[in-house]
C-alpha cells in the first residue's frame, strides 16, 4: 500500500461525502419504513453496498412486492457496474486476487468517477494505483455504513407525519436529473417514466422492470435515429 | 416480506452484485471485452429505471393517479437538480415544499 496516495484518494473523495451522507440515512430509514428491523438497514448495506439498488429494493419490499421482482430489480440498477468494471479492470490487472476482489466490493460511482480520472491523466504503477482507489471507495464505504446505521437506528423514531418516505423519490430524482446528459438519455427517461405510470396497476409491481427495459430499448433507438 | 426471507433476498442481490462488480476486473484477459451495442444499452441503465421509479411515487398514491402536494414538490425537486445538481439541496427543498403544501390542503 502506497500511503501518501491512499490518503489524496480519502482527501479527494472528502468533498463529495456531504452529498453521501442524506443519502445514506434515508437509506437507514427506509429499511425500518418496509417493515424491516434496523440489523436489516445495517446488515444490507453491508452485503449490497449499493444506494440506489438499495432504496429501490426496500420500496419495493415496503410495496410487499415478490422476492424476484426486488432481486432483478436491484441486479438491473447494478449492470452499470460491468461498465465501470470493465473500464478500471486494465488499470488493475497486476494486482493480486484479494485486492481485486476486495476492488470489486468497493466499487461505486463515486470511486469509479475519480480513479478513472486519475488512472487516465497520469502514468503510476499498478500499487500506486490501487492505493489511490482503495482510499477513495473506502472512504465512501465507511460513510456510507455509519450514516445507514444511523438512519436505521434513529430513523425508527421519526414521526410518519414527516413524511420522510417521499425523500427516497428525492434521491432518486437528485440522480436521475445529472443522468439525462442528451436527446437519448431523455427519451429513455420518458419512456420509463410513462410506462411505469401506466403499469402501475400491474401486479408483483412488475411494471416497473418492464418500463425500464422498454425506456433502455427507446434509448438505444433515438440514439440511432438522432446520433 | 419476512424479516428472514429479507435476509436471503439481501444475499442474493449481494452475490449477484458482487459478480457484476467484479467480472471484469478480477476475469480480466479470460474474458472478451463487452460488445458494443450491450455497452450502448448499458448507458440508458440510471436514466430508464430511476425515472421509471420517481414519477409513479409523485402521481400515484395507493394505486390511484393523484395530483397532490408530492406531484408539486417532485415537480420543484426537479427544478432544484437541475439548476443546483446538489443531493442535499434537491432533498431539503423537497421535503419543505411537501410539508409546505401539505399543510396548506
Known sequence: MHRPTFLEGVRDLTPILLGVVPFGLIAGIAAVSAGLTPFHGVGMSLIVFAGAAQLAALDLIGNAAP???VIATALIINTRFVMYSASLAPYFQEAS????????????DQAYAFSINRFTSRQEPTRVRMSYYLGAALTLWVTWQVSTAAGAFLGAAVPEAWSLDFAIPLVFIALLV???????????????????????GLPYNLGLPLAATAGI?????VERVVP | MSGSAAWAVFAIIGAGTLV????MIVL?????????????GLRF??????????????????????VGPRLVAGTVAIVVAWRTRNVLATIGVGMVVLWIVQALT
Open chain 1, 67 to 69: 422476492a424476484l421482482v
Open chain 2, 45 to 66: 441503465i440510471p436514466p430508464a429505471v430511476l425515472a421509471a421509479l420517481v414519477l409513479p411515487a409523485l402521481l400515484v398514491s395507493d394505486g390511484v393517479f393523484t
Open chain 2, 20 to 23: 457484476l462488480r467484479g467480472a
Open chain 1, 97 to 108: 486476487t484479494p485486492q481485486k476482489v476486495a476492488a470489486s466490493y468497493l466499487l461505486t
Open chain 2, 28 to 40: 480480466w484477459g479470460r474474458l472478451s471485452a463487452i460488445p458494443p451495442t450491450v455497452e450502448r
Open chain 1, 217 to 221: 430499448i427507446a434509448g438505444i433507438a
Open chain 1, 178 to 200: 445529472p443522468a439525462i446528459r442528451d436527446r437519448a438519455d431523455a427519451g429513455a427517461a420518458a419512456t420509463a417514466a410513462i410506462l411505469a405510470v401506466l403499469l402501475v
